[in-house]
């Protein structure tokens, strides 16, 4: 029961264009959300983090949306950089239970 | 030098022999995690610690058990160790104190591949 799924197990983007990876989750008692991303050989590094009681987050060139309603979140990053490319995973949390999406591949081409 | 360590980094055995994974922190977090990771299935937490008395299931905790031996230790054994759970492990801490509801810190991982 994958209570949070991230459902483009790819995406490749030109640099600098927009890089957008989406994350649904469906247990409504999720209450912060989080954006990991992970180098091979590494261990996955946090990004950035959302509130349930905000709708937008931004640091740099990253920004996470949050759509409650939806039960939607997703990463925007511009503009897109060759050393963005990475696993990314979105996590969604209440209190110390964190469950993690699959991840997407992202691969930003020169 | 990195906030947290986990030994060993790959290793390979048998199925029926008992293996320990170990992970060390020094960012003094009190929160400790095991995790795994199989492909197409994200990170799946099997213990978690939120002191040196506190031991917890997490989602995936059958055939696994942990000791944390100090705030600063925490290691995953598999008493017999079975193919499938060949998989990558993660180690994380966290501090709620911080303010930022667990966020987690990850180790670099240990690859497992049971024969």
């Known amino acids: 029961d994958q209570q949070v799924k991230q459902n483009s197990p790819s995406l490749s983007v030109q640099e600098g264009r927009i890089s957008i990876l989406n994350c649904d989750y469906t247990n409504s008692m999720f209450d912060y959300f989080l954006w990991y991303k992970k180098y091979p050989a590494e261990g996955p590094t946090f990004l950035i983090s959302?509130?349930?009681?905000?709708d937008k987050n931004e640091d740099g060139r990253f920004t996470v949306f949050l759509n409650k309603s939806a039960k939607h979140l997703s990463l925007h990053i511009v503009p897109s950089q060759p050393g963005d490319s990475a696993v990314y995973f979105c996590?969604?949390?209440?209190?110390?239970?964190?469950?993690f999406g699959a991840g997407t591949r992202l691969t930003v081409k020169p | 030098d990195a906030d947290v360590t986990q030994t060993p980094r790959n290793r390979i055995t048998k199925t029926g022999k008992r293996i320990m994974l170990e992970c060390s922190q020094t960012?003094?977090?009190?929160?400790m995690y095991w995790y795994r990771q199989d492909p197409g299935l994200g990170l799946r937490l099997i213990y978690y610690?939120?002191?040196?008395?506190?031991?917890n299931k997490g989602e995936i905790s059958d055939g696994y058990s942990v000791s944390r031996q100090a705030q600063a230790k925490f290691s995953l054994s598999l008493e017999s160790a079975i193919p499938n759970q060949t998989a990558l492990y993660f180690c994380a801490t966290s501090d709620p104190g911080q303010g930022t509801t667990d966020t987690q810190y990850f180790g670099p991982g240990t690859r497992l591949t049971v024969l």
């Open positions: 996590a969604a949390s209440e209190g110390h239970d964190m469950r």
């Open positions: 959302i509130s349930s009681i905000k």
């Open positions: 960012k003094g977090h009190d929160r």
């Open positions: 610690s939120f002191d040196v008395k506190d031991i």
